[in-house]
């Protein structure tokens, strides 16, 4: 199934307002945690094909998986299969993620970017390989060019 609609950078960041999260994974080696920073957007397996069309525009390449989740719910019925989207690769975020939602958010969302953002340059745990996300933003990198990053 195709979307009928052509999405919009606008479109993306409302959807992501209630479907998206800012987030660490987490990651063991040689016995030492990593929190690797994390895009999700998470839907009922019937939006997969939003999400593929959200992945498609943004030109990632990342892809979209489905999960059955095992459980029960507290309404003791069986949860639905999601489809998701996870992002976490260094040029993906710098490049597509950071600059679409950066200084676009409102509300709880924008909170939890803003926090996402901090603790990417404070929490020990980060990989410093993903502190320049950090540094670009605190740097001012995404407010010089804004209209560059609204044609990626």
């Given amino acids: 199934m195709s979307l009928k609609r052509t999405l919009t950078h606008d479109y993306i960041r409302g959807l992501v307002e209630g479907e998206g999260t800012f987030t660490f994974d987490t990651r063991i080696s040689g016995g030492i945690k990593h929190k ?19 992945r498609n525009f943004l030109n990632i390449k990342n892809r979209v998986y489905v999960y059955h989740h095992p459980g029960k719910d507290s309404s003791k019925d069986k949860r639905g299969p999601k489809a998701i989207l996870i992002i976490r690769e260094i040029g993906s975020l710098k490049n597509k993620i950071i600059p679409l939602f950066y200084n ?37 990198f995404y407010d010089k060019n804004p209209k560059y990053f609204d044609s990626l």
């Fill in 36 to 54: 690797i920073p994390s895009f999700a957007l998470s839907m009922h397996v019937r939006d997969k094909d939003l999400i593929e069309g959200v």
């Fill in 104 to 140: 676009q958010l409102v509300g709880n969302k924008a909170i939890q970017f803003d926090n996402w953002i901090e603790k990417i340059g404070s929490d020990k745990s980060v990989p410093k390989s993903y502190q320049i996300l950090y540094r670009l933003c605190k740097n001012g």
